[in-house]
């Protein structure tokens, strides 16, 4: 598969064939989707932060009217939930992520050295 590649791209399709399966290891059920879920979720809580600031700036500006104050107080409750529920499911992973991701790292650095080296082993003869 990688001999049908050029070879200025054949490191990067390694590196990604390392990740994918990393990922699959690591979550057999999602494998890369699991992570992108992981972040989907991420945006989706920090989409909340920025409506609540966003309330809090114009709250401050104006003087809100009462309707103003609940839309406020709902996206509160709403991002303290998103938080919990966040910390619970991933402290946990978010560790595991940091760790499978070193590990990855340290796989793609050593392969890397060993493609450069088998290139340059090539060129030499």
């Known amino acids: 598969m990688l001999q049908e590649l050029p070879a ?11 990740y994918e399966a990393t990922a699959r290891m690591r979550d057999p059920v999602y494998g890369c989707a699991g992570a992108i879920s992981y972040l989907q979720q991420q945006v989706s809580q920090l989409q ?8 809090e700036i114009l709250q401050r500006i104006n003087h809100p009217s009462p309707a ?14 998103q938080q919990q529920q966040m910390q ?8 595991s992520s ?25 060129v030499i003869f």
Do not use: G, I, P
């Open 98 to 122: 940091l760790v499978m991701q070193n590990d990855l790292m340290s796989t793609l650095l050593l392969q890397e050295a060993c493609l450069k080296k088998d290139v340059s082993a090539s």
């Open 68 to 81: 103003t104050a609940f839309h406020l107080q709902e996206l509160q409750q709403r991002q303290a939930q």
């Open 48 to 55: 909340v932060q920025l409506a609540v600031a966003q309330a």
């Open 8 to 18: 200025a791209q054949r490191a990067d399709a390694v590196s990604s064939l390392v």
């Open 88 to 95: 619970m499911d991933d402290d946990d992973k978010a560790y």
